[in-house]
Nanobody, 122 residues
């Protein structure tokens, strides 16, 4: 059974940090992505390739968010620093099994976690 389980969300003051984790089981994913959703749209945040040597971030999180992965643990992380109230959202990790046309499109991922809430107070 393939599963992605996120953890690490919570309530934090602006300027604080969190580290989100997403543990995969049942399969090894080629690429991982992190998305967030505060309203109707699911927004791309970051992605990482199989080796961990190539990462992508959306412009709004550049310099504050860092994606990484530990293939031995089958886990992907999202380190979030300098949190802002506008970062408040449910954060989802996603896994892709094959090559991807675009790492930023949520439809291109095969499996999703249940989400973890991040709330940033001002």
């Amino acid at each position: 059974q393939v599963q992605l389980v996120e953890s690490g969300g919570g309530l934090v003051q602006a300027g604080g940090s969190l580290r989100l984790s997403c543990a995969a089981s049942g399969v090894t994913f080629r690429n991982y992505g992190w998305f967030r959703q505060a309203g109707k749209e699911r927004e791309f945040v970051a992605a990482i390739d199989r080796s961990g040597s190539t990462t992508y971030q959306t412009d709004s999180v550049q310099g504050r968010f860092t994606i990484s992965r530990d293939n031995a643990k089958n886990t992907v992380y999202l380190q979030i620093n300098s949190l802002k109230p506008e970062d408040t959202a449910v954060y989802y990790c996603a896994g892709a099994l094959g090559t991807m046309a675009s790492v930023t499109r949520w439809r291109d991922y095969d499996y999703w976690g249940q989400g973890t809430q991040v709330t940033v107070s001002s």
